[in-house]
């Protein structure tokens, strides 16, 4: 609903699964992050990131596709009911998603942070 406000371009259901995608991206990388960092092994493989980051992004993109934007009746049910809610009740929600996606984002980061604090050798 967000995009759909700011622009009614045709696009917002793209835009909107590729930011889904970027948090699910976000968030592999603070899981494989955290097991490298309390295992001490190498869990990310160290070659090229093109040989293993496309296919999990390909992936992901596809079963995102599959679950939100093949079927149009499931975003149909899902916009009715979030329309009956109260505006108070959407607001809470809008103010947890943006909670949600900036928790995600700061504890991107400080993976980031810790993981070059670890002594590799």
Known sequence: MFFESISNDGFSE???ALVVQTLQIFILLILFGWLEILTGGNIIPTGDPK???IPIAI???????????RHSDLKTEYLNEL????????AIISVLTIIAC???ALLLVFTFYKYSQV???
Do not use: E, H, M, Q
């Open 14 to 16: 793209w835009k909107a």
């Open 51 to 53: 040989l293993w980051g």
């Open 59 to 69: 992936g992901l993109a596809i079963i995102n596709y599959c679950l939100f934007l």
């Open 83 to 90: 329309k009956t809610l109260s505006r108070k009740k959407r």
């Open 102 to 104: 900036l928790s995600v």
């Open 119 to 121: 002594n590799w050798s």
